[in-house]
């Protein structure tokens, strides 16, 4: 737990579902933005958390995967780079993805 994020728990997920984190700037539009990323890629939200604190929310989703293949660092990167996320993560499911951010712009990973 992180004293500057709002508290975000889901129950266990499923299995063979990915876990996949989002924080934001508390502005509206933001859970729509995800959701239409993930939806635009034939991925089903299983499962999904929005809390906030001030100016910060927190995303917490559970997905799964459509029949098409996807690459999911890209897929991260195309969340983490629109104005106002502020960072992802990918917690379970596939070795290699994780923490992305993005400053002023710019991808980190």
Known sequence: NSVNFPAAALPERKEGSIRVTVATQNVPGMLAYISDVFAKHGINILQQINTSRGDLAYNVIDVELGADTIDL?????????HDGVLSSRILFGVAGAGYARNIEGSYFV
């Open 73 to 81: 660092k890209d897929l991260q990167k195309e969340l983490t780079m």
